[in-house]
């Protein structure tokens, strides 16, 4: 079982940077590939990010690419989203989900998830 609490979310100016942190508990979590996730209202979720056990694959959507980058500590149980040059299309509660698939091809294969991070970008 793996327990996900994400943190670093708020409001910011367009052009801003925030840090998101996924920190989470349960031994096997440094064995999943974790993934950040957002919904913005009205709109269905969306990945904007994975990355494998190890960080040798990382996976970006194409609306951040560029401008988010994903990286994980495994001796601090933490994956964290660097986002630069945010944009009010940003805006969305951001998730973050841990799978035991090595490389998942759908939400459903996400077997985890935290409760989500409000992120506000103003224009």
């Known amino acids: 079982q793996v327990q996900l609490v994400e943190s670093g979310g708020g409001l910011v100016q367009a052009g801003g940077s925030l840090r998101l942190s996924c920190a989470a508990s349960?031994?096997?979590?440094?064995?999943?590939?974790v993934g950040w996730f957002r919904q913005a209202p009205g709109k269905e979720r969306e990945i904007v990010a994975d990355?494998?056990?190890?960080?040798?694959?990382?996976y970006y959507a194409d609306s951040v690419k560029g401008r988010f980058t994903i990286s994980r500590d495994n001796a601090k149980n933490t994956v964290y989203l660097q986002m630069n040059s945010l944009r009010p299309e940003d805006t969305a509660v951001y998730y973050c989900?841990?799978?035991?698939?090595?490389?998942?091809?759908?939400?459903?294969?996400?077997?985890?998830w935290g409760q989500g991070t409000q992120v506000t970008v103003s224009s």
């Open positions: 990355i494998t056990w190890n960080g040798g694959r990382r």
């Open positions: 349960g031994r096997t979590f440094s064995t999943n590939t």
């Open positions: 989900a841990a799978s035991r698939t090595f490389i998942p091809t759908m939400t459903s294969e996400y077997d985890y």
